[in-house]
């Protein structure tokens, strides 16, 4: 992580350094000592400011928090290193927050905000081009589907996130080879745009004709929580496959209770001890930036804890179950679903900006292994995409609040409620999204299979995950 000063560790504690000097500006040049610190310091005074202007802003103590958005400021860079550049959007994301309390402000200044399909288009393929992510996780569910559907002449796939082609390019080029020919091939793609399923269409057809593939694409124009499920026309006598790729923890933020309280946020002194730990780590093992295990005092609010402990626990009559219950109804012989591997959905704000600092930095250290820091592709997707989550994550509560990820396990959980079967990914699939890995050219990466589900990693952190099912009947 630390590129610029060399690799040794913090042997001090720079945070008893800091305490002692003036959180208030000085007179001349604002806090020109800040100027002069080593990579390592800056990395670790970064983070301990944020968590410091976090208490702050879910204190409402403004004038505090302007103070320490000030000093963050004087350090953090959309174009440095990586916490240099996390450090800049999480700053963001606490200042939206802060405007957020004076509502006609906050939208007077976004209102010539205007969200183009364009851009939704270029971050989908920059997110495509510059992360292993979604390749592993179109090579585990076209091989998983194929092995699932072999010997069917009528195939009907349903995706959830019809965002880009790729994916099922490749699935016809392998259907087309079938030793005993290709089947009839229907996909269902579902997204908001119209014009993103347009270009899907037109390059699937496409692709089906060169191939000599019997194919119909059947849009859907829909967010994925206003999905109609009577129109995805599901027919007597095809198999039926469903991918879901990053889209069911949007409908998390429809379970969401108005009334759920905010917890205060515990003392960003306790932290200390555990921040500077964080800096003194080897730059392979760092990927546990704030792991809450090691911080010293600090335990999540007992309600964040139980919301996120059990998720059938208070599940009657949520979106989310009513939606996972209509999948089922549909009786898919195969189901692929993609997730963040991540903890973000606490209804505490502290306990959102630490998993979410450590997630971010991890993916934010992808890029630094293998992007150049001026490449303005990286720029973009670090500010259209990375920055946008997490400003959504930290920012906003309520049914706001979309980028609700949650690990594996929680998952596992709310599909065998709703009547899902888990089943191993293809074993196929697997060995070619190892070696797909392996021919990276990023060490950092990693991936595990556990019980035929499969977890991805950079370096030690949990990143994403795929898993299997079926409708258990």
């Not at 802060?98 to 509502?103: G, N, V």
């Not at 183009?116 to 510059?130: A, H, R």
């Not at 697997?430 to 060490?443: D, H, P």
């Amino acid at each position: 992580m630390f590129q610029e000063e060399g690799s040794s560790s913090v042997t001090s504690s720079p945070l008893q350094f800091f305490s002692m000097m003036s959180l208030s500006p000085g007179i001349g040049s604002p806090y020109p000592w800040l100027r002069e610190l080593k990579s390592e310091e800056r990395g670790l005074y970064l983070i301990h400011l944020l968590i410091g202007c976090a208490n702050h802003v879910a204190n409402g103590s403004l004038e505090n928090a302007n103070v320490l958005l000030e000093q963050i400021s004087q350090l953090a860079s959309p174009d440095g290193d990586t916490i240099q550049r996390v450090a800049a959007y999480f700053t963001e994301a606490l200042a939206d927050r802060i405007l957020k309390t004076w509502p006609g402000l906050h939208r007077a200044l976004n209102s010539t905000r205007i969200a183009m399909v364009s851009e939704e288009i270029i971050v989908q393929k920059l997110f495509f081009d510059l992360f292993p992510f979604l390749k592993m996780s179109y090579i585990l569910t076209n091989q998983t589907i194929v092995e699932a559907m072999e010997g069917e002449k009528m195939v009907h796939i349903i995706d959830l996130n019809a965002a880009w082609p790729a994916q099922w390019v490749a699935l016809l080029h392998v259907l087309s080879a079938r030793p005993e020919g290709p089947p009839h091939l229907r996909i269902t793609g579902v997204h908001h745009h119209k014009e993103v399923l347009d270009q899907m269409a037109h390059k699937l057809t496409e692709e089906a004709e060169k191939l000599d593939i019997a194919f119909q694409f059947n849009p859907m124009v829909s967010k994925i929580e206003n999905l109609d499920f009577d129109k995805l026309r599901v027919k007597t006598g095809e198999a039926l496959a469903i991918s879901s790729i990053l889209q069911l923890h949007s409908l998390l933020a429809l379970d969401d209770d108005a009334s759920r309280r905010r917890s205060p946020l515990p003392s960003n002194n306790s932290n200390a001890i555990h921040l500077q730990k964080i800096l003194q780590m080897n730059p392979n093992t760092r990927g546990d930036l704030v792991e809450k295990d090691m911080v010293h005092g600090y335990s999540p609010s007992p309600d964040s804890a139980s919301a996120s402990s059990s998720p059938g626990s208070s599940y009657a009559s949520m979106k989310s179950e009513s939606f996972l219950n209509a999948l089922w109804g549909l009786s898919p012989k195969v189901m692929v679903v993609t997730e963040q591997d991540f903890n973000h959905n606490s209804s505490n704000l502290m306990d959102r900006l630490l998993e979410s600092l450590n997630s971010y930095a991890a993916l934010f250290d992808c890029l630094e292994c293998s992007v150049s820091r001026a490449s303005l592709d990286r720029i973009k997707i670090e500010k259209m995409l990375l920055g946008e989550e997490i400003k959504n994550i930290v920012a906003c509560e309520g049914a706001e609040r979309r980028e609700r990820h949650e690990k594996m396990d929680k998952w596992i959980q709310r599909l065998d409620l709703s009547g899902f079967a888990n089943m191993p990914l293809s074993c196929q699939g697997i060995v070619q999204a190892m070696r797909f890995l392996e021919s990276y050219g990023c060490n950092g990466y990693r991936m595990r299979e556990e019980n035929g589900c499969v977890v991805i990693y950079w370096q030690d952190r949990t990143l994403f995950s795929v898993t299997a099912w079926r409708s258990r009947r």
